[in-house]
């Protein structure tokens, strides 16, 4: 079993849904090469180190951000593995998604059009398109 189905299997809004929300791992590995050519071209608009605040903290924060989609496209860069999700859920859920001493976690739009980083650093950081 992956992990992240493992993880999914313990959170009890999305335990049985996890094949409806799976990303195939050649779209994973297309989506994470498409990100990288683009992120030149898209700067840092607000950042966040996660560890210095509480999870209430940042769930906010990342509330806040101007996230537009109802869902997005969750890629566990290292893993090769991804989910769609609402970002709602995600932000409910992403203290139980996301391990930050091993996991680069990286979530988008369809369009790839910006970018939000959680890094195992546990920085949070979001890019979004140049106006200029």
Known sequence: MS???ERIAEIDDLR???DEIAIE???VKEA???ILAQKVELVKEAALVASSHEPETVRRWLGE???KEEVVYIYFVSD???IRLSFNLFIKHYDDLWFPSSDDVWITN???SWLLELDHEEVFTYYAP???
Do not use: C
């Open 3 to 5: 992990f992240l189905r």
């Open 16 to 18: 049985l849904r996890y």
């Open 25 to 27: 791992a050649d779209s």
């Open 32 to 34: 994470t090469k498409s």
């Open 65 to 67: 951000l101007p996230i």
């Open 80 to 82: 090769k593995q991804g």
């Open 110 to 112: 369809k369009s790839l």
């Open 130 to 132: 140049s106006d200029f």
